[in-house]
């Protein structure tokens, strides 16, 4: 695991050289700024803990692709992300240093690096029968708290629409849905469903969990 974590920090920081090297030599200053924040974020982020949204944007990216290069399968779930990404998305809107619109750029620059991990598969018939080189890169939002109340916050509406306006696969939307599930939520979804593309995804709390819970699994699980 040390190794691991050392290598993500290593791999990082050459991404931080590089982007310090092309901001040296650019000219336009909108893009020699960036370039320089790049590198500052990659030279802090996954060896150190986030502290804004996009260091924690970036974290996770690396910590996907750590998982890519060791993973078999294109089956990568990303977890609650309106949940552990919520306290920096929050923070940063607080203290005006994020808009909902740089917040949706980060996102959808996320899933653009997403869609282009591709798992080939060498056997034509594994192929033909997901009907090409199918993904399943779930990001879950909405549900519930260790405490029973509605999870849903301003970062689940903006995560899903992000997904939207692009015309790629994944991610995946999957919204965990309850009694207590905000109408206004429930309409989002039924818009993003209108769109065509498949997803989101719907899975029913009230079912599962008292599936969970008849196995064992305890109310905070």
Known sequence: VIITC???????RRYAEVARDMAAKEQESRRKKELQEIAEVCDWVPENPARTFREAIQAQWWGQMFNRIEQTSSAMGQGRMDQYL?????????????TKESATELLQCLWLNMVQCVEIKLNPVAAAGTEGFSK???????????EGLDATNELSYLILESTRALQITCPEPCIRIHANTPDRFLHAVAETIKDGKGFPKLLNDEMVIPFYLANGATMKE
Request: net charge negative; with cysteine; hydrophobic share 30%.
């Open 86 to 98: 919520w306290p920096y998305y929050q923070k940063d809107r607080a203290e005006g240093k994020l």
């Open 136 to 146: 399943f890169e779930d990001v879950c939002l909405g549900g519930q708290t260790p």
């Open 6 to 12: 050392d290598a993500m920090t290593t791999w990082s």
